[in-house]
């Protein structure tokens, strides 16, 4: 397996149709001691899938928030569109990137429905009316993630799954062209996870919508992204597709963990052994 600077410099990737750019990338928030990220080039691939993985604290989240322009750069830059982040205004931004958060929050008495309607603030002024074109794209959020009959319920009435759903209608709705995800399976139970994971599938397939997310379960990353990105102490380890990223060798130096990977139906098939020695 090549060391790390050699499959850093591959993130680069100039020979790709890029949604999103990321150049020497560091990322600090005010009360740590040291980057998060640390110069990290990463070029996300137009119309796939991109799973970001790594052991917890390896910046993954972080390093979302950067993407999404939530958290500025210390250093670096990420663009979108041959622009630079920085330069477009909120509501620009939006419509061309649409973010969800670990945990989002909101009052517990919004509907499904106003919940999804949110996500039309930016193409809507705060006083406009609701357009036929808020209508279909609401109608279809809330139909690709297969929630129209909660479209009347309180978000407090809802189960762990179906809040996750109702508030990825929301980002949905805001009608994108790049979604970043984060962590859009955790806490949720097998069928809700598969549930979210097969938007994903139907938003890259039929829409041809560009999808980066981060995700602990390395198996359901395997299965539904196009590319992985692997990420340890802040730097970029590892990038390509499935077969070629996950190794037992990259498991035991990134993950610490002795794992055999077998060729599955839907991927790469993992079996932890135990703690690598290190």
Do not use: C
């Amino acid at each position: 397996m090549s060391d790390g600077k050699d499959r850093a410099a591959a993130a680069a990737r100039p020979d790709i149709d890029a949604a999103l750019t990321a150049t020497n990338l560091t990322l600090q928030y005010p009360d740590s001691e040291a980057p998060v990220v640390d110069e990290v080039t990463l070029t996300v691939p137009r119309g796939q899938v991109t799973a970001l993985i790594g052991p917890n604290g390896s910046g993954k989240s972080t390093l979302l928030r950067g993407l999404s322009g939530r958290l500025d750069p210390v250093s670096g830059s990420v663009t979108l569109g041959g622009r630079s982040l920085d330069e477009y205004g909120d509501r620009e931004r939006a419509r061309r990137l649409a973010r969800l958060a670990q945990e989002p929050s909101g009052p517990d008495g919004l509907t499904v429905e106003e919940l999804a309607y949110h996500g039309r603030y930016p193409h809507r002024g705060f006083l406009d009316t609701v357009e036929d074109v808020d209508v279909a794209a609401v109608n279809r959020a809330l139909g690709t993630v297969g929630i129209e009959d909660l479209r009347d319920r309180p978000l407090a009435d809802l189960s762990g799954g179906q809040r996750r759903l109702a508030w990825l209608a929301m980002v949905l709705a805001q009608d994108a062209d790049i979604l970043l995800l984060d962590e859009p399976t955790t806490f949720l139970d097998l069928r809700h996870q598969l549930a979210v994971m097969d938007v994903v599938r139907t938003l890259r397939e039929d829409d041809e919508t560009t999808v980066v997310l981060v995700l602990h379960d390395i198996e359901q990353a395997a299965r539904y992204a196009d590319e992985m990105v692997v990420l340890g102490d802040g730097r970029i380890r590892a990038r390509g597709g499935p077969e070629d990223v996950l190794t037992p060798a990259l498991l035991a130096d990134v993950f610490g963990v002795e794992a055999t990977v077998e060729r599955g139906r839907y991927g790469p098939r993992l079996t932890m052994i135990g703690p690598a020695d290190r």
